[in-house]
């Protein structure tokens, strides 16, 4: 059974935008910390934002000011606004959750995963 499902990857030029969805369901809850993770075949799995579940977010380094998440109850989606993409940030993403216990979710120490969407970024 599908928990989360991401959506919107795509090719794209550098400096381009692109905004990733993930459908998710009861996830979406205030109860659950929720992130988008992306990894490079070969290299480790690497956290790319999260969000608390008071609504709180944290960036990683490489992405800050240029990426925005955010949870749209309503449509129980989670969003990643992606602008002046790099060719660096090309991988595939995923998104996941876990209930809110606290902890450092960029570590991508959650439970619950989806199946990712490609990002490809072209100089």
């Known amino acids: 059974q599908v928990h989360l499902k991401e959506s919107g990857g795509g090719s794209v030029q550098a400096g381009e935008s692109l905004t990733l969805s993930c459908a998710a369901g009861?996830?979406?809850?205030?109860?659950?910390?929720m992130g988008w993770f992306r990894q490079v075949p070969g290299k480790k799995r690497e956290g790319v934002a999260c969000?608390?579940?008071?609504?709180?977010?944290t960036y990683a380094d490489s992405v800050k000011g240029r990426f925005t998440i955010s949870k749209e109850r309503a449509k129980e989606n989670l969003s990643l606004q992606m602008l002046s993409l790099k060719p660096e940030d090309t991988a595939t993403y995923y998104c996941?959750?876990?209930?809110?216990?606290?902890?450092?979710?960029?570590?991508?120490?959650?439970?619950?995963w989806g199946q990712g969407t490609q990002v490809n970024v072209s100089t």
């Open positions: 996941a959750a876990e209930v809110d216990v606290g902890g450092y979710c960029l570590d991508g120490h959650l439970d619950i």
């Open positions: 009861i996830y979406i809850d205030t109860a659950y910390v």
């Open positions: 969000i608390d579940s008071d609504g709180s977010t």
